[in-house]
């Protein structure tokens, strides 16, 4: 059971504790299914290295671009949320990751949406 998203300070929420460290090495997808069923909602927050090259899916499986070109698959992000933001997301859903690097890191920290 993840913990209830509540920002009670000033920019402050509480510790996940339904969490995720994945590794990953260069072009070998990893997955990580939330908790729960579709009516379980979720906020999602990633963290990365800052050189960290990563892309990110929900529910399919992301691809890198090929050298020299431009990808344009919807919902395959290059470093989803790495500004901060966060993703919405319902139990069950999948989140898959690949990266183009040697080994990159991926922190998912999973909160409970009321």
Known sequence: MAIQYNENYNLTIPQSDVCAQVALQVGVERTFTLPGLATNKYSVRFTYNSTSNVFVRFNGTPTIPALGSVGTEQYNEFRAGCDGSQRYAQG???????????????????????
């Not at 690949?98 to 922190?107: E, K, L, N, S």
């Open 92 to 114: 069950g859903d999948v989140i898959h990751f690949i990266t183009p690097d040697a080994t990159a890191y991926v922190g998912v920290s999973v909160r409970a949406i009321p």
